[in-house]
């Protein structure tokens, strides 16, 4: 029941894009992203609830393909700032009661 | 900052004791869910209150309780600690209706021994 997150952990250069993808085997009502950083509570990225639909965030955005239950979230031109552990939550009805990957380790060298 | 605020950020206790955890939610949410986080893991939804009523649980055992206040403030019970109770425990406000975000807190560190 918990999404699976790809990859585990990504190393990049400033300024370099990424890639994190999180697939269900379950039907779901939406798709939740949060960054957490050491120490610190997870942050509000954004919510996917439409198939298809894609939104943004400065320079991240997301998408969710509803036939596959899978989102990617893309990070463009990476920023110092973008490193931490980012995690998908999913929400199988509109409850606020999310189940949450195990999360992509990112981390942005100089 | 989200606004939510939750005590005490540290403590440990020891197999068998019991510990109250608390939240103040963001200024005007109704619904107040907790996290289990374990190093290293994602999140584990715990329960949820809303309206002062359990409104949905997570697989936790029942010596995980909880209780919401008319402020919807929250608290987080859990009796008979073990050690694989260590975690941090994350407190998460929301508006029923609203735009499905969650706030969180800092979390409070439980270690037990």
């Known amino acids: 029941q918990q999404p699976v997150q790809s990859p585990q952990a990504v190393i990049l250069r400033e300024g370099e894009d990424a890639v994190i993808n999180c697939s269900s085997s379950k039907a779901l009502y939406s798709v939740h992203w949060y960054r957490q950083k050491h120490g610190e509570a997870p942050v509000f990225l954004m919510i996917l609830l439409k198939g298809g639909e894609q939104k943004g965030h400065e320079k991240i955005s997301a998408s969710f393909n509803e036939k596959k239950q899978q989102s990617s979230l893309y990070l463009t031109a990476s920023q110092l700032s973008y490193s931490g552990t980012y995690f998908c939550g999913t929400e199988r009805a509109s409850n606020y009661q999310l189940i949450w990957g195990a999360g992509t380790k990112l981390i942005i060298k100089p | 900052e989200t606004g939510v605020t939750q005590s005490p950020t540290h403590l440990i206790k020891t197999r068998g004791q019991q510990v109250t955890l608390r939240c103040s939610s963001q200024?005007?949410?109704?619904?107040v869910s907790w996290y289990q986080q374990a190093l290293g893991q994602g999140p584990q939804f715990i329960f949820q209150?809303?309206?002062?009523?359990?409104?949905g649980r997570g697989n936790f055992p029942p010596r995980f309780s909880g209780l919401q206040f008319p402020n919807y403030s929250s608290e987080l019970n859990v009796n008979a600690l073990e050690l694989d109770d260590s975690a941090l425990y994350l407190c998460a406000s929301s508006f029923q209706g609203g735009t499905g975000e969650l706030f969180f807190g800092e979390g409070s560190r439980l270690t037990v021994l």
């Open positions: 209150y809303y309206r002062e009523e359990e409104n």
């Open positions: 200024s005007g949410h109704n619904t």
